[in-house]
């Protein structure tokens, strides 16, 4: 089983649809989650640190169920500037390397 | 405030030749990780370095590959020889402490080494 496992769609989706990303990952001693953000093989850019009791960041919403050892994001009323890559990202503990999924491809069309 | 800075942002060597990748962490960052992505694939984990100090090479391939990070100066992650497979990208990140949820790696734009 892969360390952290993600659907690599691509989810090819319309302005303004609501899209959900699902990840999985097999350590379950995991402490930090993240998801990140990356464009054309570009850097990795942060989208944002994911926390047990759920957090939102406008219209993104992040969601960690640690029994089940499963992550997901959800982002409202997509935007074309939404069309990236969107990696799931855990950490072990910290100062410990960040191990990536291989990325779930957004394409959002007007 | 300057975010990590990688040089140089391509690179283009021929088999057998060395490579060097220099990276300078966000100021006041004293932890740099370094990724490699090859086509195709995910971001892999290869050494995590304090200044002087190498904290995990575990996932560093056990021949060609070093990196260092001085007490002065950039990261350098250094191949020898390099082959083909060597093409990829090579990110670098950098946090302040101990990266966490509350203090995230915060990554650089990366060199893409090509090898001909």
């Known amino acids: 089983r892969k360390e952290v496992e993600q659907d690599p769609g691509p989810f090819n989706v319309p302005e303004g649809a609501t899209v959900a990303f699902n990840c999985t990952y097999s350590n379950s001693a995991s402490q930090s989650f993240f998801w990140y953000r990356q464009d054309c093989r570009k850097e990795p850019k942060l989208l944002m640190s994911?926390?047990?009791s759920g957090n939102e960041d406008g219209r993104f919403t992040a969601q960690l169920n640690r029994a089940s050892q499963y992550i997901s994001l959800l982002i409202r009323d997509s935007k074309l500037s939404d069309s990236a890559t969107y990696l799931c990202?855990?950490?072990?503990?910290?100062?410990?390397?960040?191990?990536f999924g291989k990325g779930t491809t957004l394409s959002v069309s007007s | 405030n300057a975010g990590v800075m990688q040089n140089p942002r391509h690179l283009v060597r021929r088999r057998g030749q060395e490579a060097r990748l220099r990276c300078s962490p966000m100021k006041g960052h004293s932890h740099v990780y370094w990724y490699r992505q090859l086509p195709e694939e995910g971001l892999k984990f290869m050494v995590y370095l304090q200044k002087e100090n190498i904290i995990d090479e575990s996932g560093m391939p056990k021949e060609r590959f070093s990196a260092e990070f001085p007490k002065e100066g950039p990261s350098i992650l250094r191949i020898q020889q390099v082959v083909r497979g060597d093409s990829a990208a090579y990110f670098c990140?950098?946090?302040?402490?101990?990266?966490?949820?509350?203090?995230?790696?915060?990554f650089g734009d990366g060199t893409r080494l090509s090898i001909l």
């Open positions: 990140a950098s946090s302040p402490v101990q990266a966490s949820s509350n203090q995230p790696q915060h």
């Open positions: 994911v926390y047990s």
């Open positions: 990202v855990v950490n072990a503990k910290a100062g410990t390397a960040l191990i």
